[in-house]
C-alpha cells in the first residue's frame, strides 16, 4: 500500500513562500501605524480649528466705528469695520495646548496658530479670516509635522 505524505521539498518551498508575505505584512506595518497617527493629528487639528471658527463667530459685534473686540476662549482680536489688515508676513500668533488652552509659550503648546485677518471697509461687508494650524507648536513653518489651512467669513452685522 502506498502513503501519501507532502516531500520536504514542498514542505520548505511552502514554509519560504509563507515567510515571505508575513515579512511583507510586518513590513508595511509601520507604514499603516504612521498613516494612523497623521489621521489622528489631523483630525484633532481639524476639531480645534472648528472650535476656533465657533469662538470667532461667538465674539460680540463691534458697532460701526468701533475698538476691535475679543474672542471669549481664545482671546483673537476682531478688528472693527475699516480696521487694520494683519499683514501676510506677519500673523497673530496664538500657542494652544493639546487640550485646547491657550498658552504663553512654545514649550507648553502643542499647536501654533497663525491669524490673518482682513477687516472690512464697510459694515455691510464680511472680515475674511486665515487660520492656520500647526504643529509642533516649536518647529519652524517649513518643519512642522503638520497643519491645517483654512479661511472663513464672519458676518459682523
Given at each position: 500500500m502506498k502513503t501519501r505524505a507532502f516531500s520536504l521539498?514542498?514542505?520548505t518551498a511552502a514554509l519560504?513562500?509563507?515567510s515571505f508575505c508575513i515579512i511583507a505584512v510586518f513590513g508595511l506595518l509601520p507604514t499603516g501605524l504612521n498613516s494612523n497617527k497623521a489621521a489622528i493629528e489631523q483630525t484633532a487639528a481639524t476639531n480645534l480649528l472648528t472650535a476656533i471658527d465657533a469662538d470667532l463667530r461667538a465674539a460680540p459685534n463691534t458697532a460701526p466705528g468701533?475698538?476691535?473686540?475679543?474672542?471669549?476662549?481664545?482671546?483673537?482680536?476682531?478688528?472693527?469695520?475699516?480696521?487694520?489688515?494683519?499683514?501676510?508676513?506677519?500673523?497673530?500668533?496664538?500657542?494652544?495646548?493639546?487640550?485646547?488652552r491657550v498658552v504663553s509659550d512654545a514649550a507648553a503648546a502643542r499647536y501654533l496658530l497663525s491669524v490673518w485677518m482682513t477687516p472690512p471697509s464697510t459694515t455691510r461687508?464680511?472680515?475674511?479670516?486665515?487660520?492656520?494650524?500647526?504643529?509642533?507648536?516649536?518647529?519652524a513653518a517649513d518643519k512642522a509635522a503638520g497643519s491645517v489651512d483654512t479661511v472663513i467669513a464672519l458676518n459682523r452685522n
Open positions: 521539498v514542498e514542505v519560504g513562500i509563507a468701533g475698538t476691535a473686540q475679543a474672542s471669549p476662549q481664545f482671546g483673537i482680536e476682531i478688528p472693527a469695520a475699516g480696521g487694520t489688515t494683519t499683514p501676510q508676513g506677519n500673523p497673530v500668533k496664538v500657542f494652544v495646548a493639546e487640550d485646547g461687508e464680511a472680515t475674511l479670516v486665515r487660520l492656520l494650524l500647526s504643529w509642533p507648536a516649536s518647529a
